[in-house]
């Protein structure tokens, strides 16, 4: 699917990150590079983690992260995060990209997706039961 299709699918969770494509996050072929993104990610779901660690957290785990299109120098990136699971310490959190240009009129596209796991950390940075 191009940038110029409709897209019909729409982002799943809350928008917690939102940047903008530089040149100078560009591999040799001129698309933003995988790892740009994936550190977007994390920071995407390290912020959607303040509200149900209520406290200190760090990555314990990538999992399943899957690049669907490049992204071009301009794109607007959004990092959706939608928590999936809570257990006593650990949380999972969804993360979608998606890019949209204003080319004509606006289109949005999703670009990559993957799990990130955290873990809540007390203030010795040992991990902490979540509150509940």
Sequence with gaps: MTITEVE???PEGILA????AMPRDTNANGDIFGGRL???MDLAAGIATKSVAKGRSATVAIQNV???APVAVGSTVGCYTKLLKKGTSSMHFQVQV???L???ESMRKKVADGVFV???LDSN???RSLPE
């Design 118 to 120: 955290f873990v809540a």
């Design 98 to 100: 998606w890019i949209s």
């Design 38 to 40: 994936v550190s977007q």
């Design 102 to 104: 204003l080319v004509g």
């Design 125 to 127: 940075s040992k991990k």
């Design 66 to 68: 899957s690049f669907i």
């Design 8 to 10: 019909t699918e729409r």
């Design 17 to 20: 990150l939102q940047t903008l």
